[in-house]
């Protein structure tokens, strides 16, 4: 199972008003794990009241930076980002598993492509390590940028993808579409649709001569610009897709606390939903498993090894108490929010509540 | 652009997920369980396989079944490594059930699961002997690239990636299977054999699709984890199996 291992912040950079840019350094040790492909994110974890809480955050580094960057853009109600863009500062040090992800494709130096990338908002950030990357290391390819945000002042890395431009002359072209904001010409205010892309393939953009195309925006962006490149001949191989966190709650809800009643009775009564219905059935609190049990009252509950391994019948218990016999899958901070293998899992208590849907 | 609709809706509309994070609880669920019967089919069929290897009649036959056993094998690693994003204990996966182990020649269980594993019914059935295995790894070969490709479309995208990338290799199973069948029906005892054995398994496989109308698709396909019913895919699958199996004169 991935570990967490430290890193340093060297640096914390305000990008624009509500983002920053975060420079990270591995342990002389760690720095093997934290090679990162483009493209790539980092899972961080930090305590907040006693209460861990996990975020993940896309690399904007390009592999020949030599460092580890992470850009932040504080979410409304969201703890994470926003204890990050306030309270951190060089100095501190930050707990993130090694480089996940697969929103990439393969380096081939010799082989000249035409790459189209579009971002919504602080979607640039793994779309700019892609950048960076196959600018420096495929020197006959070329990129093209669709890069959506309500106004000049929220464009994350604007500077940056100027620079960009300059250094790598004819091969970086960026398009910015503003919401909220007008431009010389029109079709480059509002939002990406259908519509918009159908433009943007007519007279700026030949999707014929694209290899790959990367999104990675919030979702009904990623919906439109998918359908429209499918319409345009690209196959479903040829588009990558980064769904960024928004569907993330800002704050883990704490496990309701059981009361401890005399539980004394020889069964257990569950309430088990699954799939917004709720079934309401007794099974004896030892000798068979709430999985089992559900199972035999005919929900379609999941599973798979039923050895406490893959954790596919994973649930979550919102009253009573249960015991697992083995747990090789959840973590500590899983369990502590309430989370059960169930093929692993007895009553203690006379009653249960457990959910499959949280 | 800030603007977000619930996850299930943008699934529902042909939406890609590419991180373990990002999935709900329901789809985390159907994924791992999707994926552990892949994996466990893989290693059951992989490990009945390996058996049939010293039954192989030559060289090449050697060849092709080792090699069989040795993709399917890898195919199960590069699902199980998935799987690990999610937390699964691979080491302990691959080791948590005896794959070889299969039920006697008669039982008749159906479609239904069977004992600790989540392998498709199909595989809990031994084999006899090579002309029984070819047949097997026709027949069954044809269903595994019916189901990879409606699997490549997954809306879990490093999944589908990996089903994309296996799809070609189990394609070539199936090949190796049919050149390795029309050997067998090149003489008369050959072919009354591979027709015994055709009998046998023809309807098991068959099973394997599950049911017409399965209530599970629907919940699948909201997910955007399936997009074919069952029985579109049977269909397909018979239509490929039929046209080989005729043209070998091994059905009418």
Known sequence: ?358 | MSETMPIEEYLQQGGMLSSPDNVPPRYRGELLRLTASFVDSELAGSAGFADIINDAPGIQERISAARIVLEKTDHAGQVLKIMETFGVDGGRYAAHHPWAARLARDADIGAARHGGDMRLAVFHYPLEGWEDAVVMNVLMGAASVVQLKELSRISYQPLAETFRAILPRERRHAELGAAGLARIVADDEGRATAQTSVAYWYPRVAASFGHAGSARFETLSRFGLRHQPNETLLAEWRADVDAQLSALGLIR
């Not at chain 1, 020949?64 to 306030?86: A, H, Y």
């Not at chain 1, 309701?256 to 088990?272: K, P, W």
Request: glycine share 6%; hydrophobic share 40%.
């Open chain 1, 1 to 358: 199972m991935a570990r967490f291992h430290p890193l340093t912040v060297t640096d914390v950079r305000r990008e624009t008003r509500d983002a920053v840019v975060v420079t990270l350094a591995p342990a002389e040790e760690d720095r093997g794990i934290f090679d990162f492909t483009q493209g790539q994110y980092l899972t961080f974890r930090h305590k907040f009241d006693d209460e861990e809480l996990r975020r993940s955050y896309s690399i904007c580094a390009g592999k020949d930076e030599g460092v580890l960057k992470v850009g932040i853009k504080r979410v409304d109600g969201g703890c994470f980002s926003t204890w990050i863009n306030e309270n951190l500062k060089a100095g501190d040090t930050l707990e993130a598993m090694p480089p996940m992800g697969a929103f990439f494709t393969a380096i081939e130096p010799d082989i000249a492509k035409h790459y189209l990338g579009f971002a919504g908002g602080s979607g640039i950030t793994p779309v700019l390590s892609i950048i960076k990357t196959v600018l420096a290391r495929e020197p006959r390819s070329v990129f093209t940028l669709v890069y959506a945000n309500r106004q000049i002042s929220s464009i994350m890395f604007r500077e940056e993808l100027d620079d960009l431009k300059n250094l790598y002359l004819g091969r970086l072209s960026v398009l910015h579409i503003l919401e909220s904001e007008a431009q010389e010409i029109d079709l480059f205010t509002g939002r990406i649709d259908a519509e918009k892309c159908k433009a943007l393939f007519k007279s700026w953009i030949d999707i014929k001569s694209v290899a790959t195309a990367f999104i990675c925006g919030p979702e009904p962006m990623m919906l439109a610009i998918a359908a429209a490149l499918r319409e345009h001949g690209m196959r479903d191989d040829q588009i990558k897709f980064e769904l960024f966190a928004s569907a993330q709650p800002g704050r883990a809800r704490l496990k309701v606390e059981s009361a401890a009643a005399a539980d004394q009775g020889a069964s257990c009564e569950a309430t088990v939903t699954l799939d917004g219905a709720t079934r309401i059935f007794k099974f004896p609190k030892h000798g068979k498993s709430l999985l089992d049990a559900a199972l035999e009252n005919t929900m379609d509950v999941p599973y798979a090894c039923k050895a406490g391994v893959c954790s596919t019948c994973r649930a979550k218990v919102l009253e009573g108490e249960v015991e697992m016999e083995a747990n090789h899958a959840l973590e500590d901070y899983e369990v502590r929010q309430g989370y059960v293998l169930t093929c692993q899992c007895y009553p203690l208590t006379d009653r249960i509540v457990v959910s499959y849907d949280q």
